[in-house]
């Protein structure tokens, strides 16, 4: 057997270098890069390794372990899980860092491969700066808090170790049904250690990722049960884009006349102006899918996980009558709600089932609902583009909470920008293929709701894990994955305080990505969710402790975060009417640096719900009586909910 001598290190850099993967016949390398930020944990093993032989990988420099990771995920997302980046911490505080991202990749059920560095194997130098003692098992590391947010955990603790951990890592990172985050924990002292590894460990690999074929058992199932049904409804997951199945659901709508809603993670597989494409469902979704879905006798869920943002809790579907159809790669996600199940890939079903059921000569029984839907909706959109604060008797959208907070904002901002005219206002300015990042906070009901996809996969939601920071680093990796087109990160003012650091990456890197900064002073989502549910306004504006009432009921925080950002180098702008974002965006457009645009806008202008509930815990006894009220509605709801 011949042998080649390394330290694990660098055998684990060479073998990256030999993935590849294979879908439809196209071979693609898998690996692109790698994020780093070296400590003692990392530097002389992994980073020794990086700096003799990287090979083809890119080697990036982070600034938040938790900014680069969700680069990472962001970017194998993009890539629709065909392609990934792998992220190196140090041991201890640099890989805890990394757990949020770990979470965040799978929720989501994206490809990310962390290596973050580990206390000694050999425990010699004990405790190690950094190093958790717990008395009761010297195994565990913080690296142990991986385990409870990867799909694949592993410590190498030998350097022989590594040759199972990586296969298995592989086969994990490139199965679309499980894949996700994968550790593998690198103890500092095994990073540098030698071994004679077997040549045939950094032969090329080729993973090729399978689509499942359906059977005919399934199909004929679920034939029967479309058969039967007259007011069907597809809802468009995620995995309708990993599986590109884009074009086979669209005919497969168009053929049978069934109209369709997207979640976060499937919109823009479809653009919005198709006939059929009713646009957001569910929680934050718009009226005309949620008013469609309400009266269904069928669900058809393609590619989705039926997170309760996408059911509103279960509650969304009223008809007496309604069945539900699942299309997945993944066994358990097929498993939810009593489905009908077509555990398969999805473009590969939809193509199956297309056959099986035009040979029914099915069409469902919709004549002019779905139009009416939709025009409805188009009449409301448009209302929210022209939602202006100087108009008479105005009202915000989410109205009788802060209503007297809007003049105060005014006055100290001097802006009377209302959330949802600068929405459209932008999806109208920015490129067609130009990309729109985002995550958390109130923007993701608003985009989910109002933004038009001009192009397929412009809209890129992490709305897994809904992670506050993740919309800077992501905008970063989707840049990365995708470098001529214009990425704008959609970020509020809480979540950009929460973490933009690797927006100097992307100015060290010179990869340029657009932050629209939507300022209003507040959490403003969780503002709304609290008041909504009969609280006060507690701990989620932004305003300075009051000497007087001991509480934080002060004067609103005023952030320049232009000059903030400027302050890196970046190009900046601020915003505080129609005009000046016209000019602020045309301008950013012509930048080759990184640009922010700090728009000012009145706290309550986002959008508020349409024919959706969301179950969320409410107290069961309070002195208030706007809180008993709430609790009562949320058990009203939950009665017209499925119970799992
Ligand atoms: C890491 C993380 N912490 C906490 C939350 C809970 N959370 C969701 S939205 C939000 C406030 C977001 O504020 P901002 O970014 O200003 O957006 P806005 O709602 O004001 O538009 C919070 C605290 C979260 N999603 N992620
Ligand atoms: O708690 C939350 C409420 C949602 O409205 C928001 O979008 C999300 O970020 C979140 O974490
Ligand atoms: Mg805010």
Redesign the pocket.
């Known amino acids: 057997m011949k042998t080649m001598r390394f330290t694990t290190a660098q055998a684990l850099i060479k073998f990256l270098n030999q993935q590849y993967v294979e879908f439809d016949g196209k071979q693609e390398k898998f690996v692109k890069g790698i994020f780093t930020i070296f400590g003692h944990g990392n530097v002389l093993g992994l980073g020794q390794a990086l700096e003799e032989d990287p090979g083809e990988l890119e080697v990036y420099q982070g600034r938040n372990e938790q900014g680069m990771a969700h680069a990472a995920v962001a970017f194998g997302k993009q890539k629709h899980r065909k392609q990934i980046m792998a992220c190196t911490s140090s041991v201890g505080p640099g890989a805890a860092n990394m757990v ?1 991202a770990a979470a965040t990749a799978s929720a989501n059920n994206i490809p990310v491969l962390l290596l973050p560095g580990d206390t000694f194997a050999t425990r010699q130098p004990d405790p190690v700066l950094q190093q958790i003692e717990h008395y009761h098992d010297l195994t565990v590391t913080t690296n142990d808090a991986f385990r409870a947010v990867s799909k694949y955990w592993d410590r190498v603790s030998r350097p022989e170790q590594l040759m199972t951990a990586m296969i298995n890592a592989m086969r994990v990172l490139t199965d679309p049904a499980d894949t996700g985050a994968v550790t593998i924990a690198l103890p500092q002292d095994v990073q540098g250690e030698v071994y004679d590894f077997p040549e045939y460990f950094f032969k090329k690999r080729v993973h090729r990722i399978e689509r499942r074929v359906p059977t005919a058992s399934d199909l004929k199932d679920a034939v029967e049960l479309i058969k039967g049904k007259k007011k069907p409804v597809i809802i468009c997951g995620g995995g309708v884009r990993y599986s590109e199945a884009a074009d086979s659901l669209k005919r497969f709508a168009e053929k049978f006349n069934i109209p369709f809603g997207e979640t976060q993670a499937g919109k823009s597989a479809i653009e919005s102006t198709h006939a059929y494409n009713l646009g957001g469902i569910g929680v934050t979704g718009n009226l005309a899918a949620n008013l469609i879905a309400k009266e269904a006798d069928l669900v058809i869920g393609v590619g989705t996980r039926y997170s309760d943002f996408t059911t509103a809790s279960k509650q969304l579907f009223q008809n007496s009558e309604v069945d539900f159809l699942t299309i997945n790669v993944s066994e358990y996600h097929a498993y939810k709600l009593d489905a009908v199940k077509i555990v398969a890939d999805a473009k590969l079903a939809l193509l199956a089932l297309e056959i099986e059921l035009e040979k029914t000569g099915y069409r469902s029984g919709y004549t002019h609902e779905i139009e009416s839907a939709k025009d409805a909706w188009k009449a409301e959109l448009n209302r929210l583009y022209q939602v202006r604060y100087k108009d008479e008797g105005f009202k915000p959208e989410v109205a009788g909470h802060l209503d007297e907070v809007l003049p105060e904002f005014y006055e100290k901002f001097g802006s009377c920008l209302t959330q949802t005219e600068v929405i459209g206002q932008v999806n109208q300015l920015i490129d067609e293929d130009a990309i729109i990042v985002g995550a ?4 993701p009901g608003d985009l989910q709701r109002m933004w038009e996809s001009r192009r397929p996969n412009t809209y890129h939601m992490e709305y897994g894990y ?4 993740y919309e800077i680093s992501g905008a970063l990796g989707v840049k990365i994955a995708e470098p001529d087109k214009e990425v704008y990160a959609m ?6 305080l ?1 973490l933009h650091s690797e927006l100097v990456t992307s100015i060290q890197e010179g990869k340029k990505i657009n932050v629209l900064l ?1 300022d ?1 002073a ?5 503002n709304n969710l609290q008041m909504g549910n009969g609280m006060g306004s507690f701990g989620t504006e932004f305003r300075y402790r009051n000497p007087e009432t001991g509480r934080l009921d002060g004067g609103l925080m005023k952030i320049d975060f232009a000059q903030s950002a400027a302050g890196y180098g970046v190009k900046t702008y601020k915003v505080n009417t129609l005009e000046e974002l016209q000019g602020a965006i045309e301008d950013a457009k012509k930048q080759t640096v990184s640009t922010l645009i700090d728009i000012k806008v009145l706290p309550k202008t ?1 959008t508020n719900g349409y024919e959706s509930w969301w179950h969320v815990g409410i107290a069961g006894t309070s002195i208030n009586p706007k809180i008993k009220e709430a609790y009562l509605n949320k058990e009203n709801n939950l009665k017209k909910a499925r119970k799992y």
């Open positions: 949020t958390s906070g109130s923007l809904s992670c506050m920071g970020v509020g003012d809480g979540s950009y929460m939507f209003n507040a959490f403003g989502c969780i986002m």
